[in-house]
Nanobody, 115 residues
Framework: QVQLVESGGGLVQAGGSLRLSCAAS????????MAWYHQAPGKQREVVAT???????DYADSVKGRFTISRDNAKNTVSLQMTRLKLEDTGVYYC?????????WGQGTQVTVSS
């Protein structure tokens, strides 16, 4: 079984920064994709950023230039450095690890951006 645990959420003023972290444990296939998703209140969960095991990164247009995803393959961790936060970045952030047809999710961490 695979478990993911996120941390680092909280309350921040608009324009500020936060760093989210996610640690995966269990039987993890080495060639995988780790990702962060954002679910705003009342909306569907959407992908924010992805990073493959060979460090290929992709970002949603809404966060390009503001967010940076990174991973540590040795530790099976993924982080999301969020800068210049906006009110619309508020919501729950989930990390996910995937390989083949397998998807595993964390429990989510709340980020609230205030004006």
């Amino acid at each position: 079984q695979v478990q993911l645990v996120e941390s680092g959420g909280g309350l921040v003023q608009a324009g500020g920064s936060l760093r989210l972290s996610c640690a995966a444990s269990g039987s993890i296939f080495s060639r995988n994709v780790m990702a962060w998703y954002h679910q705003a209140p009342g909306k569907q969960r959407e992908v924010v950023a992805t990073v493959t095991s060979v460090d290929r990164k992709d970002y949603a247009d809404s966060v390009k230039g503001r967010f940076t995803i990174s991973r540590d393959n040795a530790k099976n961790t993924v982080s999301l450095q969020m800068t210049r936060l906006k009110l619309e970045d508020t919501g729950v952030y989930y990390c996910k690890i995937s390989w083949g047809l397998q998807d595993y999710w964390g429990q989510g961490t709340q980020v609230t951006v205030s004006s």
